[in-house]
T-cell receptor
Framework: RKEVEQDPGPFNVPEGATVAFNCTYS??????FFWYRQDCRKEPKLLMS???SGNEDGRFTAQLNRASQYISLLIRDSKLSDSATYLCVVNNRDDMRFGAGTRLTVKP | GAVVSQHPSRVICKSGTSVKIECRSL??????MFWYRQFPKQSLMLMATSNEGSKATYEQGVEKDKFLINHASLTLSTLTVTSAHPEDSSFYIC??????????????FGSGTRLTVV
């Protein structure tokens, strides 16, 4: 079983839609969590960290459920520019584990 | 969905030795493979890009003679860290891009390799 699992998608949504990604992790001792975004032929870039209390950055909301060991990313009012691959990243004591990525395509 | 298998997940080696990291695309053909590394508390940094059957393109500051990349087939790419030193200790991760005439899987990441050089 993978340490970090994501639905690979692809998710194809119209502009303005709300889309949610989930990610589960197997290591209960994991310490911190992130969502990365990767655009075509670019290196992944940090989108946002995920805190236990949940956090919001504009149209993006991230949540963490330690009891169930999953994190989520919600994107509201999707834009064409949101099309990318979204990576769930889990930081353990001595390493960082990546999900395989969820591909999102936002269409006009 | 597309899967990239990366091995080993962890390796400890002695200074001066070489370490090979493999990434295999299990159910698609990876025309392009990206290799990243990440130092503690830093973001992923792209090291090189390789296309099947051709030489890898290295990012500025990455020594091509030290980090040997081979992408001899559409399903396998390897990164060899030669004459490893403690400063090479890092987290290395690959990302594969599929062929355009196959279902477009986007970018699929391996699960990463933690290298510790002692």
């Amino acid at each position: 079983r993978k340490e970090v699992e994501q639905d690979p998608g692809p998710f194809n949504v119209p502009e303005g839609a709300t889309v949610a990604f989930n990610c589960t992790y197997s290591n209960s001792a994991s310490q911190s969590f992130f969502w990365y975004r990767q655009d075509c032929r670019k290196e992944p870039k940090l989108l946002m960290s995920v805190y236990s209390s949940g956090n919001e950055d504009g149209r993006f909301t991230a949540q963490l459920n330690r009891a169930s060991q999953y994190i989520s990313l919600l994107i509201r009012d999707s834009k064409l520019s949101d099309s990318a691959t979204y990576l769930c990243v889990v930081n353990n004591r001595d390493d960082m584990r990546f999900g395989a990525g969820t591909r999102l395509t936002v269409k006009p | 969905g597309a899967v990239v298998s990366q091995h080993p997940s962890r390796v400890i080696c002695k200074s001066g030795t070489s370490v090979k990291i493999e990434c295999r695309s299990l159910d698609f053909q990876a025309t392009t493979m990206f290799w990243y590394r990440q130092f503690p508390k830093q973001s992923l940094m792209l090291m090189a890009t390789s296309n099947e059957g051709s030489k890898a393109t290295y990012e500025q500051g990455v020594e091509k003679d030290k980090f040997l990349i081979n992408h001899a087939s559409l399903t396998l790419s390897t990164l060899t860290v030669t004459s490893a030193h403690p400063e090479d200790s890092s987290f290395y991760i690959c990302s594969a891009e599929g062929r355009v005439d196959y279902p477009n899987y986007g970018y699929t990441f391996g699960s990463g390799t933690r290298l510790t050089v002692v």
